[in-house]
Every structure is written in C-alpha cells, then in structure tokens.
C-alpha cells in the first residue's frame, strides 16, 4: 500500500501532489526508470515508431497540470533524443492529427516486418480489404538466455515421432507433456483400444507390428495451439510414409519448395534443417489462417469460404517471394565476401571488411 511522502503519493503512472488547497498531478516514474524506450534504428514499422512517441505526448497532456506539462514536454523530447529520434521525427509525432472516418477491413493479416518488402504487400492487401500488422521477426528477449530450467522434452507439450519395424511412422501432437500422451497411447495397445489411438489401429491392422514408445523422438517443443497444428502438418508432410489418420492442417502446395521430406531423421531440437530456418518465419505467419481450417466436416466439403481462401493465396504467395528474396541475398553477401578475400590474397586491395549490399 502506497504512503504519503512529502506531500505525495503516485497512483499508476500518476504522481499526486498536495499543495496548500489543491491536488497537481504530473507524470510518475519510479527511481529504477531508465528512459529507454524502442530505438530509432530498431527493425520496425515506422508506424510503430511513431505510436510510441504519441502515446507519451499523448500522456503528458491528459495527465499532467499547466505547470508541469512543459517539464514533462521536454524530459519526454530529450529521452526520444537519446533514443536516436530525430527532431523532424518529434516534431511529426507532436502534430495534431485530425479524426477522419477510418476504412473498416473485413479481414487482417499478420506478416513479419521487413523493411522494403512488407509495405509492397501491405498495399497489395488493402486494395482487397485486408488489414494488414505487422511483427518483429525476432526480438532481444528471444536471443538472452533465460534463467529458469528448461523441462525435459518429454515433460513438454509438442510434436513427435513414433516408428515402427515396418518401415512407417506415426507424427502427433498435444497440449500435454509427451510423456503422458505416449502413455495413453500404451494403454490403449494393451486394451486393444483402436478408437483412441492411432497406435493401436495400426498393430492390430494386418498383422502384428511393433514399435518401441521408449525410442520415440521429439521434433520439436511449442504450447502455442495453432503453432503445434502446423508443424505437425508440416513433419507429415516431411514423412510422407505414415499411418496418420489425417494430414494434419490443410497446406497449400505454395510450401512445397521449402518443406522437403525427411531422409536421415529428424534433428530432435529444432523443427526445421539449417536450409530450411528462412523459411520458418513464412510457415509462421500461415499459422493462424492455416489454424483455422477444421480437420473434417462431414456437413460441409468446402468449409473455407473464398474470401478466407483467397487471402491465404495471396499472402502465401508474397511471402514465399520474400523467402526467396532473403536466400539470394545471402547467397549475394557470401559472393562478395569470397570476392573479396580473393582479392586480399592476391594483394590489389587492403584487408577491410567488405560493404555488404
């Protein structure tokens, strides 16, 4: 519970002041506040940029007083300053934007931001309606390493792969530990149980086949729902010999040149090979289109309507072209990177690091 102190008490992000007869409120901001905010030259969305710097003029003018909002104006103009904004840059945010009736989208979709790229397809995307945000492909949290012990692979929800002495294998998913789920899958074995395992159906089937649960491998460790839907489909669609029931989630042929089948197993760390984390970003952002598409409906043979449908295509499309259009330019930096040490060894230029387009 928060305690006067010399005539104040913050509330929120509200610093309440009593002075003789009245209240003055101003901004709060704990000692432990570092004015650090999303740099200028971060990897995102102008449009994102510029949100922040509204939204702390935006509170600077609704909470503080008349004799505090020019302190406030100012702390708020240097800590963008140290934060790489430019003066045109707050100055542009400070403008007083007049209210017009926004277009209202039937549809959005989520796309990775990438600078030169995404805005090409965000126009595409409106002239058909279609809301377009955006996301950061990775973030610094991402990168740090996390303090806290990681679970056993098979005490974690995710996907995984059982194979039998036939030749086949099994891919499945849950919500649950692994380790669970391939318990059920055991029981129903012994209880001849075919309904709740797919397991079951395929030893009983046509003759006796055997496969070993305790070999079974994890490819990969994800609780996000829609995320396990998806790669899930894409492993079936990498071991194209199982006895799945179904094939998981619909997928467009659109990744056919990005998902390739599985030869020397699985690596049972990362769901994708090292040829294939480019294209990881685009099957993630399919995901929550993609997620939506029901396994079966016996009522309905086409439940995904041509609108939704049509915006799965065309973001398909465009996205598979920004996969591409990164791999060219690795394969462009690698070329000039080889160019140049060729160059050093045979003495025409200086050893300096070469400019890479």
């Excluded at 650090?36 to 449009?47: F, G, M």
Aim: charged content about 30%; aromatic content about 6%; overall charge positive.
């Amino acid at each position: 519970m928060e305690i006067e102190e010399n005539n104040q008490i913050p509330f929120l992000d509200v610093l309440v002041t009593r002075d003789k007869n009245q209240l003055r409120h101003t901004v709060y901001r704990k000692k432990t506040h570092s004015d650090r905010y999303l740099n200028a030259q971060s990897h995102h969305h102008p449009q994102q940029k510029r949100t922040l710097m509204k939204t702390l003029f935006h509170r600077a003018e609704t909470i503080c007083d008349e004799d505090s909002k020019e302190r406030e104006l100012k702390h708020i103009k240097w800590a963008l300053k140290c934060n790489g904004f430019s003066d045109r840059d707050i100055r542009f945010a400070r403008k007083v934007r007049q209210h017009t009736e926004q277009q209202t989208y039937q549809k959005f979709a989520c796309l990775p931001y990438v600078q030169g790229v995404t805005h090409r397809i965000r126009k595409i995307l409106e002239k058909r309606n279609i809301e377009t945000r955006f996301t950061t492909e990775k973030k610094i949290s991402q990168i740090l390493p996390t303090p806290k012990d990681k679970l056993p692979l098979f005490q974690s929800e995710g996907i995984y792969k059982v194979e039998c002495l036939c030749g086949k294998c099994y891919i499945g998913q849950t919500g649950r530990s692994i380790q669970c789920r391939l318990k059920e899958h055991s029981r129903a074995i012994k209880q001849y149980d075919k309904e709740k395992s797919a397991l079951a159906e395929h030893k009983f089937e046509d003759g006796d086949h055997t496969f070993d649960l305790e070999k079974t491998v994890v490819l990969a460790k994800t609780s996000k729902y829609h995320q396990r839907l998806i790669r899930e489909a894409i492993e079936i669609r990498k071991n194209p010999n199982n006895f799945d029931r179904d094939q998981g989630v619909e997928l467009s042929s659109t990744w056919n040149s990005v998902i390739r089948p599985s030869q020397h197993g699985i690596d049972q760390t990362s769901l994708f090979t090292s040829s294939e984390e480019d294209s990881s970003m685009a099957i993630e952002t399919s995901a929550t289109q993609q997620s939506r598409r029901p396994r079966h409906n016996p009522e309905n043979n086409n439940p995904i309507d041509n609108g939704r449908e049509n915006l799965h295509l065309i973001i398909e499309e465009k996205v598979v072209a920004l996969v591409l259009m990164k791999r060219s330019r690795k394969v462009l930096q690698i070329f000039e990177q080889n160019r140049h040490h060729a160059k050093i060894n045979s003495g025409c230029v200086s050893e300096k690091t070469p400019g890479l387009r």
